[in-house]
């Protein structure tokens, strides 16, 4: 008698409807594996506490919320299955963060569509896969060490702290004494090292692990 074929049930959670629904579709026609998808964290809870899952495929930035914030809550929710971090971007210390967490990969956006279908498949049976980009992060094996922070120049670091204080760009321009333009293109890169989209986000991720920074 032939061995029943596994299923891989997954949800998704991504707060991008299209990206979600046209994922979900596409990994939902493969005949081993089974999707349900949603935009938020709180649905994610929600739908988890109804019925089991093996994997949640689960976005880095979900707008005002973030990956790191859905692990513990999963855990203390009683979710013992595999997360499965799949972002347009994050940076190397959130990953490093993430994998300390207990995710079981990283997994890029940017990557093909069947690269993701075999990343389903290698999570949900114990495996674990970090983007190839992450390979250092990925190879060293010890994913409790001290997360290390990315260093901010004194440039940054002052622009940082009058962000932290509310200031508009033109305020800190007038503070600093330099053009309001230069402080977009400071404020720019404060998030990519960070590795958020928003103002908020980078008060809120300077405070929870950059503090020793400023």
């Known amino acids: 008698m032939p061995k029943a074929q596994q299923v891989h049930r997954a949800l998704l959670v ?35 506490s109804q019925r089991p899952f093996d994997i949640v495929l689960l976005d880095h930035d979900l707008g005002a919320e973030r990956a790191s914030q859905f692990v513990p809550a999963a855990r203390e929710a009683g979710f013992d299955g595999r997360v499965l971090v799949v972002t347009a971007w994050v940076s190397e210390n959130e990953a490093r963060r993430l994998l ?11 990557a093909p569509l069947e690269e993701l279908k075999e990343a389903v498949r290698l999570v949900t049976q114990g495996g674990t896969f970090v983007d190839r980009s992450f390979g250092r ?12 922070s990315p ?31 230069y402080v977009k293109a400071i404020v720019q890169s404060l998030f990519q090292k960070t590795g958020v989209r928003t ?11 950059y503090e020793n920074q400023l």
């Open 14 to 48: 991504d707060d991008h409807t299209l990206f979600r629904e046209s994922v979900s579709s596409a990994l939902g026609a493969e005949p081993d594996i089974e999707v349900e998808h949603c935009g938020s964290i709180r649905e994610a809870l929600e739908i988890l």
């Open 137 to 148: 992060i990925g190879s060293e094996g010890n994913t409790t060490e001290e997360v290390i």
């Open 151 to 181: 260093i901010f120049n004194d440039r940054q670091r002052k622009v940082l702290r009058f962000v932290l204080e509310g200031l508009s760009n033109k305020e800190i321009a007038w503070r600093l004494q330099i053009s309001e333009s």
């Open 199 to 209: 103002r908020g986000q980078l008060v809120r991720v300077v405070f929870e692990q």
């Open 100 to 110: 300390r967490q207990g995710v079981s990969g990283i997994f890029l956006k940017q």
